[in-house]
């Protein structure tokens, strides 16, 4: 957090030992935006000369009925606790401020950010780094040059430019700019994951046109997100430096947040999600029977899917998949849709497949091999909800399989209950199909026990 300070003064340091201020401005700035901001003139209970005058247009008549400083010391206190003191050339503000406080006994002290110095580092070969020259020679207008609240405003303007450059160029730690910034950008990053809770969920990165760049779930959100932070590798120090703020959705059980997760980072594609985007699942095997009530497997794109029984990353890894199961299993060529419709397969002839597709065996026992593999890989039961922790402790969560497949999940109160299919219908938020949300189901439970209700 920081406070970006402007005053105005009627002479310099030495001149006066008491009533040197004229105007203050603070405007806080938690390192994302504009928070609070408070403008006052001052009473400096001595005369304001013309040259003074002249310079900042503040009079003597606009400050005879002012507040004096220790009338207003307790809200500079307030809006500069624990927060750094940002001005341009800070140690002129700084110097002022401190030495008001000291005139009413009271030690002042704050950890201070110098625009100036920041803005040498960052943008040399200036001409000069006068507020006024330095925002003219940027596209920043400043109005109202020379009162505090202008003057404060454009330097709000000027420090969130050096925060943008940066991020965006890490060249700069070599230059100094690390000793000036490291700690202070941190603490911006730290405010921001602040943000987040301790419980279990997903969380959203952002970045400063609100586009979501980065996914994530767990069980606390807050020390996953913080282990980012604390990362060393490239890609979480530049989506770091991409990130302005941060989003989350509470979700009690760690099953759905598994399940919302990819469902999110499938419908934004963020930035830095590598796992999980739509894209990344190109084909599935699906699994029906048809008329006759031979069950047949068949390779199709994910989007395509409509009764999944695995889902790849790519065609190779799905097609070696089947070819696998057709070697182990004698499955026949035409069932696999690998092959002609009303052919007969060709693993026939060589005695790999045992004659399905010309009548040379019974359906009941081609499909006692099939459902062999579908056993090993789809639920159990055809219909049943799952039980989980809700989001606080007087609530449940609960996760629908449908035909076995994953429908969709919410929450009920403790006192509630449920008996049927319908029931539970009634309670749950229906969710998009993917393939691999029964995968990610499956996965869960291997590992996992949740209570199970199953429906008949």
């Known amino acids: 957090m920081f406070a970006i300070i402007d005053i105005e003064t009627c002479g310099s340091k030495y001149e006066f030992r008491r009533g040197r201020i004229t105007e203050i401005c603070i405007i806080v700035h938690d390192g994302l935006q504009v928070i609070e901001k408070f403008t006052s003139l001052i009473n400096p209970e001595c005369y304001i000369s013309p040259y003074f005058i002249s310079l900042s247009g503040i009079t003597n008549e606009m400050v005879a009925n002012a507040p004096k400083f220790h009338e207003v010391a307790k809200k500079i206190i307030e809006m500069t606790e624990g927060r750094i003191f940002v001005a341009h050339n800070v140690g002129f503000d700084y110097g002022f401020i401190k030495d008001e406080f000291a005139s009413l006994g009271y030690k002042y002290k704050r950890e201070t950010l110098c625009t100036v110095r920041l803005s040498r580092k960052l943008m040399p070969g200036k001409l000069s780094y006068s507020l006024g020259k330095l925002c003219d020679s940027i596209g920043i207008e400043i109005e109202h040059r020379h009162r505090a609240e202008g003057d404060a405003v454009a330097t709000v303007k000027l420090f969130e430019k050096l925060l943008e450059l940066k991020s965006m160029h890490p060249q700069y730690k070599n230059q100094g700019v690390e000793d000036l910034m490291t700690r202070r950008i941190d603490k911006i990053k730290q405010y921001i994951l602040n943000k987040l809770p301790e419980e279990c969920g997903v969380y959203y990165f952002?970045?400063?046109?609100?586009?979501?760049?980065y996914i994530g779930k767990s069980v606390n959100v807050y020390n996953r997100a913080m282990s980012h932070f604390n990362s060393k590798e490239y890609k979480s120090k530049k989506m770091l430096n991409d990130l302005f703020n941060v989003d989350f959705v509470k979700t009690g059980s760690e099953l759905i947040a598994l399940l919302l997760e990819a469902e999110e980072i499938?419908?934004?594609?963020?930035?830095?999600?590598?796992?999980?985007?739509?894209?990344?699942?190109?084909?599935?095997?699906?699994?029906?029977k048809c008329e006759n009530g031979i069950v047949h497997f068949k390779l199709v794109d994910y989007e395509a899917s409509e009764n999944s029984l695995l889902s790849f990353t790519n065609y190779l890894s799905a097609r070696e998949r089947l070819e696998q199961w057709i070697e182990?299993?004698?499955?026949?060529?035409?069932?696999?849709?690998?092959?002609g419709d009303e052919s007969i397969c060709f693993n026939?002839?060589?005695k790999k497949c045992r004659g399905i597709c010309n009548g040379a065996e019974e359906i009941e026992l081609y499909n006692k091999r099939a459902m062999e593999i579908?056993?090993?890989?789809?639920?159990?039961?055809?219909?049943?909800?799952?039980?989980?922790?809700?989001?606080?402790?007087?609530?449940?969560?609960?996760i629908l399989v449908e035909n076995r497949n994953f429908v969709g999940y919410g929450?009920?109160?403790?006192?509630s209950s449920f008996s049927s299919i319908d029931e539970c219908r009634s309670l749950?938020?229906?969710?998009?199909?993917?393939?691999?949300a029964n995968d990610l189901i499956k996965g869960y439970l291997k590992n996992n026990r949740l209570k199970k209700i199953v429906f008949r």
């Open 206 to 213: 952002l970045n400063k046109e609100g586009e979501i760049i």
């Open 266 to 288: 499938k419908r934004h594609k963020p930035k830095y999600n590598r796992m999980r985007k739509a894209h990344e699942f190109t084909h599935c095997i699906d699994w029906f």
């Open 328 to 339: 182990e299993y004698e499955l026949c060529l035409r069932y696999c849709h690998l092959t």
């Open 348 to 350: 026939h002839q060589l």
């Open 374 to 398: 579908i056993n090993l890989i789809v639920f159990k039961d055809e219909h049943f909800a799952l039980i989980d922790h809700g989001r606080h402790k007087d609530e449940r969560s609960i």
């Open 411 to 415: 929450q009920l109160d403790h006192s």
């Open 428 to 436: 749950i938020t229906k969710r998009p199909f993917y393939p691999d």
